[in-house]
């Protein structure tokens, strides 16, 4: 994911296991878009450190945070 926007996103699973990652907003996008459709199936998702496979029927949420969020603090 070179010069590539990203963002950071956790999925939560049916029976409560989270993956964290951060990946390019475009596929933030498609990872959106195939849950809003009605197909199931699968996403593979880059992450800065690993290649993530979404089983979209076993997604309980999405959470996606803001682009320009931080942790610490502001000076």
């Known amino acids: ?3 590539e926007e990203t963002v ?3 999925i939560g699973y049916e029976g409560g296991h989270v993956t964290a ?3 390019s907003t475009a ?3 498609e990872l959106d878009e195939r ?3 009605a197909g199931g ?3 593979c998702l880059e992450a800065d450190d690993a290649s ?3 089983v979209l029927g076993k997604v309980a949420y999405v959470r996606r ?3 320009d969020s931080q942790v610490g603090f502001g000076g």
Do not use: N, P, Q, Y
């Open 8 to 10: 950071r996103i956790e």
């Open 27 to 29: 596929s933030a996008d």
């Open 65 to 67: 945070f803001a682009r």
């Open 52 to 54: 993530i496979t979404v």
């Open 1 to 3: 994911m070179k010069h």
């Open 21 to 23: 990652a951060i990946v």
């Open 41 to 43: 199936g699968v996403v």
């Open 35 to 37: 849950l809003g459709a």
